[in-house]
Every structure is written in structure tokens, then in C-alpha cells.
């Protein structure tokens, strides 16, 4: 069974710091690219940030560049993201997605809540 759950979310002030936590289970998940997205509410889902089955390349949006890193650990099945420098405007609902191109499939996790007080 594939399971995508995040996990690390909640409530911080604007200035502070959340690592989020994705892990991933019932698939080949070292050969999945790995990426998180957000929705606020009103909003669409956005990219924020893109890592490789590898880890050689990431990608961020512009406007998390520079305050949020994300990062993998294929021992662990986990891909994490970083975010410093937290405002209010990142506040929403982060969701991990797993996709494999050479297996034409992808996976989407349940989502955290993330919110930051002005």
C-alpha cells in the first residue's frame, strides 16, 4: 500500500522556523522525485520546491528562495523541507508529491498545515 505522510506543521511566529517531514512507503521511493507544494486558501496549488531521484538538482520557487531548503534521505524514505525566515504569507496547506517519470506513476500525501502570525 503507497503512503505519503507529511508531518511537522503548525503554528509559528513570522521570523520562525518549521521543518517539515515527508515520508514515503510502498513504492521505490530513492527513485521517485520528490517535491513539496502549498495551497492558501483562495489559491491554487503551488510548486515550492523540486528535488531529484538523485538530490543532485533542487528548485525552488522565487519566493521561497534563499529561506527554504528541501533535502532527502533515501535511507530513510524521507524528504524534508526547511523553511526559515517564516511570514505570514507562507501560511497554507503543504503537500509532499512523489512522481516517477520512468514508471509513469505519482503520489500525493494528505497535507500539513502550516501557519505563521504576524
Known amino acids: 500500500q503507497v503512503q505519503v505522510v507529511e508531518s511537522g506543521g503548525g503554528l509559528v511566529h513570522s521570523g520562525g522556523s518549521l521543518r517539515l517531514s515527508c515520508a514515503g512507503s510502498?513504492?521505490?521511493?530513492?527513485?521517485?522525485?520528490m517535491r513539496w507544494y502549498r495551497q492558501a486558501p483562495g489559491k491554487e496549488r503551488e510548486l515550492v520546491a523540486h528535488?531529484?531521484?538523485?538530490?543532485?538538482?533542487?528548485n525552488y520557487a522565487d519566493s521561497v528562495k534563499g529561506r527554504f531548503t528541501i533535502s532527502r534521505d533515501n535511507s530513510k524514505n524521507t524528504v524534508y523541507l526547511q523553511m526559515n525566515s517564516l511570514k505570514p504569507e507562507d501560511t497554507a496547506v503543504y503537500y509532499c508529491?512523489?512522481?516517477?517519470?520512468?514508471?509513469?506513476?505519482?503520489?500525493w500525501g494528505q497535507g500539513t498545515q502550516v501557519t505563521v502570525s504576524s
Open positions: 528535488e531529484t531521484s538523485a538530490g543532485g538538482s533542487r
Open positions: 508529491y512523489a512522481r516517477s517519470d520512468f514508471y509513469g506513476f505519482d503520489h
Open positions: 510502498g513504492f521505490s521511493f530513492s527513485t521517485y522525485a
